[in-house]
């Protein structure tokens, strides 16, 4: 009679599962088969991938977007670690306060928050236009001058979301027992001793989940250097980033090969932090 | 020393703070000016809300309202999708956690590996397959993929592994109550706070996305409103001196680009709230009937 029933929980994830399959499997899959197969449908082997790695503008798009991650990743270890620990011992009220400010940026994500910084960056109405001149800038133009770039969307990055890690980081340094830090104090361990040496090492696994996590993503930067290529009248190209160059791939030129080539190149990246994360941070290893 | 320690700290805090908050506070200032005040008067001065009304009639007016219909667009795209996503993962966590079926735990480990995956790793995959099937240009093309939110079943998953009692779901086996009864008169209600994160995340997350849209619809009425930031970008002069006369045809200045952008953070604005108060509520609720 039992055997009989259907396996428990299955039918639970039924309505699911064509979701996973469809948007999660399949592109993937798909996307595979594309960037090893030429126009005709037939198997191409690696000539997809070679042939959009001497593409002229696909070295340039890795280098921005190594370039944009490398400085994102610096700021956002140095100052989001940095700015927990300085809020962490704080009397709530003051820390809390200082969170929501943090935190706040977080609702302009995408779009909003591209366009709020072509604002800050234009000396005519920016608040800041006195720090913009001290760097030499005096026009909009200048300050989204191509060296200027990867600096310019980290602090877009960073000020969107940073926030939202600080709060991350503040809840971990929070499940550190008070007893630790009582005992350090009391073994004469100051403010920044317990910071650096019992702090620090208790959320290192954090701090490897925010770069791994941060790094695939600022892998597949998008929306930053489309818009501002948009209010830029093409000064910025349009292949700025890996993933505008497969998209144009796409769209201008209609080969699908080629797009497909990169996108894979972008989703093994992406795979490979998301399996880092899962085998080596520790974070969602659960005992079943 | 301590007291030169203390106050380097609220230095440094402050300094970070006023990074944080002054763009937003400008954002929030700017359609109460004319563009030409925007340049000459303190950035961080208030105008007249006749001059917000003023801008609210030119991005209004902008294109036959398609401002509106941008705005709509985004609405309707993230709640039923969203809509989608708690119907569907829910219940997916549930039978993840409390289930035993061939499969489990292939689904869980897919569904944790492209939950950390960028979600932009996948928009040209996605964008690819729609094409072969020729769904592009369509709303499905949006929704659908929006409806695919492995954070959701994830979340899900591991409140009920957690903190589900397993004894009050046997109790109610035992009562006689099939598996769908349990599940939708014990856990269903025990998920509340859930619910509301789920919602939150799932809506934001819809709310703002750029990319996938931007690649899938082709008609400029089917836009989102991150999409369509964009194409008024393009189409005024306030970063591009050299689309001068444009400006004037379409009446999108400075003033009109910020009101758009306030305007369409808004409802992630009153999401937040909503949910975080929901969340409160959740929790407090559980806690009274422990």
């Known amino acids: 009679m039992r055997g009989l029933r259907v396996p428990r929980g299955l039918p639970f994830i039924l309505p699911y599962l064509p979701f996973l399959i469809l948007f999660g499997i399949a592109p993937m899959l798909y996307a595979l088969d594309l960037a090893f197969t030429g126009a005709d449908g037939s198997w191409s082997g690696f000539h997809n991938f070679a042939r959009t790695f001497t593409d002229y503008r696909f070295v340039p798009a890795f280098e921005h977007i190594l370039q944009y991650t490398g400085i994102w990743l610096g700021t956002l270890i140095v100052f989001v670690v940095g700015l927990a620990l300085l809020l962490h011992g704080r009397a709530n009220r003051v820390s809390s306060a200082f969170r929501f400010l943090f935190y706040m940026p977080g609702a302009l994500a995408g779009a909003a928050s591209v366009l709020v910084w072509l604002f800050m960056l234009d000396p005519a109405v920016s608040p800041g236009s006195f720090l913009l001149r001290v760097f030499g800038v005096d026009l909009f133009v200048k300050a989204i001058a191509p060296g200027n770039l990867p600096f310019v969307f980290a602090m877009i990055a960073f000020w969107t979301g940073a926030g939202g890690w600080i709060v991350v980081m503040y809840g971990a340094l929070n499940t550190i027992p008070n007893e630790l830090e009582e005992a350090a104090r009391i073994d004469g361990a100051g403010p920044f001793t317990i910071a650096v040496r019992l702090k620090l090492p208790m959320i290192r696994k954090w701090i490897a989940y925010m770069t791994i996590l941060s790094f695939a993503t600022g892998t597949q930067l998008f929306i930053e250097p489309q818009l501002v290529n948009e209010a830029s009248l093409g000064l910025v190209p349009d292949t700025w980033s890996s993933n505008q160059l497969a998209y144009q791939l796409a769209f201008r030129y209609g080969d699908f090969n080629a797009a497909a080539a990169i996108a894979v190149d972008l989703l093994v990246v992406g795979l490979l932090a998301a399996v880092l994360i899962v085998t080596r941070t520790g974070l969602f290893r659960r005992e079943d | 020393?301590?007291?030169?320690?203390?106050?380097?700290?609220?230095?440094?805090?402050?300094?970070?703070?006023?990074?944080?908050?002054?763009?937003?506070?400008?954002?929030?200032?700017?359609?109460?000016?004319?563009?030409?005040?925007?340049?000459?008067?303190?950035?961080?001065?208030?105008?007249?809300?006749?001059?917000?009304?003023?801008?609210?009639?030119?991005?209004?007016?902008?294109?036959?309202?398609?401002?509106?219909?941008?705005?709509?667009?985004?609405?309707?795209?993230?709640?039923?999708?969203?809509?989608?996503?708690?119907?569907?993962?829910?219940?997916?966590?549930?039978?993840?956690?409390?289930?035993?079926?061939?499969?489990?735990?292939?689904?869980?480990?897919?569904?944790?590996?492209?939950?950390?995956?960028?979600?932009?790793?996948?928009?040209?995959?996605?964008?690819?397959?729609?094409?072969?099937?020729?769904?592009?240009?369509?709303?499905?093309?949006?929704?659908?993929?929006?409806?695919?939110?492995?954070?959701?079943?994830?979340?899900?998953?591991?409140?009920?592994?957690?903190?589900?009692?397993?004894?009050?779901?046997?109790?109610?086996?035992?009562d006689g109550a099939s598996e769908w009864l349990t599940f939708r008169r014990i856990a269903l209600p025990l998920a509340?706070?859930?619910?509301?994160?789920?919602?939150?995340?799932?809506?934001?997350?819809?709310?703002?996305?750029?990319?996938?849209?931007?690649?899938?619809?082709?008609?400029?009425?089917?836009?989102?409103?991150?999409?369509?930031?964009?194409?008024?970008?393009?189409?005024?002069?306030?970063?591009?001196?050299?689309?001068?006369?444009?400006?004037?045809?379409?009446?999108?200045?400075?003033?009109?680009?910020?009101?758009?952008?306030?305007?369409?953070?808004?409802?992630?604005?009153?999401?937040?709230l909503l949910s975080q108060r929901a969340l409160v509520r959740g929790m407090l609720g559980g806690a009274v009937k422990q």
């Not at chain 2, 934001?204 to 690649?215: E, R, T």
């Open chain 2, 192 to 272: 509340k706070p859930i619910v509301a994160l789920v919602f939150f995340f799932s809506f934001v997350a819809d709310w703002n996305n750029f990319f996938l849209p931007f690649a899938v619809l082709a008609d400029s009425s089917q836009y989102p409103i991150q999409v369509g930031l964009s194409d008024l970008l393009s189409s005024t002069p306030s970063f591009n001196p050299a689309q001068g006369g444009g400006g004037q045809q379409v009446n999108i200045f400075r003033p009109e680009l910020a009101l758009a952008t306030l305007l369409a953070v808004v409802p992630v604005a009153i999401v937040f």
């Open chain 2, 1 to 174: 020393m301590r007291i030169t320690a203390r106050g380097l700290r609220l230095v440094i805090l402050t300094a970070f703070a006023v990074f944080f908050v002054v763009p937003v506070l400008w954002l929030i200032l700017a359609p109460t000016k004319a563009d030409g005040a925007l340049v000459t008067s303190n950035p961080l001065s208030f105008g007249s809300f006749h001059q917000v009304a003023l801008a609210w009639d030119h991005l209004d007016a902008y294109s036959d309202h398609i401002y509106r219909a941008w705005i709509g667009n985004s609405l309707l795209y993230a709640c039923s999708a969203t809509a989608i996503v708690l119907a569907t993962a829910i219940p997916a966590g549930y039978g993840l956690a409390l289930g035993s079926f061939p499969g489990r735990r292939l689904v869980l480990t897919l569904t944790l590996v492209v939950m950390i995956m960028p979600a932009a790793a996948l928009v040209l995959p996605i964008f690819l397959e729609l094409n072969s099937l020729h769904l592009i240009g369509s709303v499905f093309s949006v929704i659908l993929p929006f409806s695919f939110f492995p954070f959701g079943v994830y979340i899900a998953y591991i409140y009920y592994a957690t903190a589900m009692p397993r004894d009050l779901l046997d109790a109610a086996r035992v």
